[in-house]
């Protein structure tokens, strides 16, 4: 059994995990509020998301460990330098990450956000399904 039932707050933020982590949305050092997925963050300045909790499991799945590895972005890589320029234009978060009740604040942020990202060049591609190129 994990300390604390493998339950963490905002507070244990401040670990050797993620300090000295600069944010890739807005630069700054990353701080982050969780999410409602299990240890998932997003900046507290961007909203850009991050995975920072990792487990090793057996061959049944069952958690044996918790594995020490640097914050994984939880959106897809080519979404970034968007989610960077939105953040360096509007000083807005971008409202992504993993809730099931709608944060109002964090609604808004994501519905200004999609709609700026609509409104740029070649962003098609966050927006429609993907086809395969198989027959
Ligand atoms: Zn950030």
Redesign the pocket.
């Known amino acids: 059994m994990m300390k604390g039932g493998g339950i963490r707050h905002d507070y244990d933020l401040n670990t050797p995990d993620t300090t000295e982590v600069k944010?890739a949305?807005?630069g700054?050092e990353?701080q982050g509020s969780w999410t409602d997925y299990h240890g998932q963050v997003i900046?507290v300045?961007?909203?850009?998301p991050y995975q920072i909790l990792f487990y090793e499991k057996d061959e049944n799945g069952n958690i044996t460990k918790p594995l020490h590895k640097p914050p994984e972005i939880s959106v897809r890589e080519e979404l970034v330098p968007f989610i960077k320029k939105y953040?360096e234009e509007t000083k807005r978060a971008c409202g992504l990450g993993m809730f099931l009740t709608p944060y109002p604040d964090i609604t808004e942020n994501l519905k200004a956000f999609v709609e700026w990202l609509k409104a740029q060049p070649e962003t098609e591609k966050f927006f429609k399904p993907e086809k395969a190129n198989q027959p």
């Open positions: 944010c949305g807005c700054l990353l900046c300045t961007c909203g850009l953040y």
